[in-house]
């Protein structure tokens, strides 16, 4: 039993109509889910990944309206890392976000590695950019803290990395600034662990024998979660790979309208008033 590498990656925005335009405008990501923060219904979860959704290429946001400026610390995840499929491509996005490392609009770094892996590449369609030269999932995320090796190791990390039956992705680690963090606008809030549709209590099991604190299995709905934190800090996720993005839209119109899942959706009239308007993006 492996984790699947990366399923997703959650974040921070100040500022969701913006943030909708930089990452299907200038990112080239298509917008798959629109929905609200299942533990604070009262803000949005957007989801961005590929064409079809696929875990290893969704980046999520939460909207906290005009929150705080974040910074990255001991026990959080700084940097997102994206593939691309050549060194062609790498020069593309130097023009295109103006250079390679480069930072969203609420100040989320991000870095492109070309791809070594033979996982499929996830892409997204979008007119401007040529899907030789689009970004194609995560490679992995990295850290300020200590490598909790054993702790990653009894979950079955090799040198902060895990490969499952399709793809492999990584944590990496290096030493925090001696600024403490803050939580805010341009911060990753948690990273999730893919995992295969019946394993969800195995997993809780295991990280239990390796000493975390893991939630009960929470039912999302789109994947099934459990949470908890890893020994430096990161909030790690382990979400099952579906029921998936098309389990209640017609794949061919994801994220165009509000999306709740069941239990939440006799709140609608309350929480859809209290949520920015956002721009068309197909």
Same mark, same amino acid.
């Given at each position: 039993m492996r984790l699947d590498g990366i399923h997703h990656v959650t974040c921070i925005t100040a500022d969701a109509p913006r943030n909708v335009e930089y990452y299907t405008g200038v990112l080239g990501l298509r917008l798959v889910k629109k929905? #609200? !923060?299942?533990?604070?219904?009262?803000?949005?979860?957007?989801?961005?990944a590929d064409e079809d959704g696929t875990p290893g290429s969704d980046i999520t946001f939460f909207e906290y309206p005009n929150a705080r400026e974040g910074r990255a610390g001991a026990g959080m995840i700084h940097? $997102? #890392?994206?593939? $691309?499929?050549?060194?062609?491509a790498l020069e593309f996005w130097r023009e295109r976000a103006g250079s390679v490392p480069f930072t969203d609009p609420d100040g989320l770094r991000h870095d492109l590695v070309v791809s070594a892996v033979p996982d499929a590449p996830l892409i997204a369609d979008h007119p401007e950019i040529p899907r030789e030269l689009a970004l194609q999932g995560f490679e992995g995320v990295r850290a300020y803290g200590e490598e909790p090796t054993a702790f990653l190791e009894a979950l079955g990390f090799e040198d902060g990395l895990t490969r499952g039956e399709s793809r492999q992705g990584w944590i990496s680690y290096e030493p925090a600034p001696a600024e403490p963090g803050v939580g805010g606008a341009g911060t990753v809030?948690? #990273?999730?662990?893919?995992?295969g549709l019946d394993e969800q209590e195995a997993w809780r099991a295991r990280v239990l024998e390796a000493g975390g604190h893991p939630t009960p299995v929470i039912d999302r709905f789109w994947f099934r979660s459990i949470y908890f934190r890893e020994p430096t800090g990161v909030l790690f996720e382990i979400a099952t790979l579906g029921p998936g993005f098309a389990a209640d839209e017609d794949p061919a119109h994801l994220g165009e309208t509000l999306i709740?899942?069941? !239990?939440?959706?006799?709140?609608?009239?309350? $929480?859809?008033?209290?949520?920015?308007?956002?721009?068309?993006?197909?």
């Open positions: 929905s #609200v !923060n299942q533990d604070d219904p009262t803000v949005y979860h957007l989801f961005y940097t $997102v #890392v994206w593939r $691309v499929g050549s060194d062609e809030h948690h #990273v999730a662990w893919a995992c709740l899942p069941p !239990n939440f959706e006799h709140l609608r009239s309350q $929480v859809e008033p209290l949520l920015t308007p956002l721009p068309k993006t197909r």
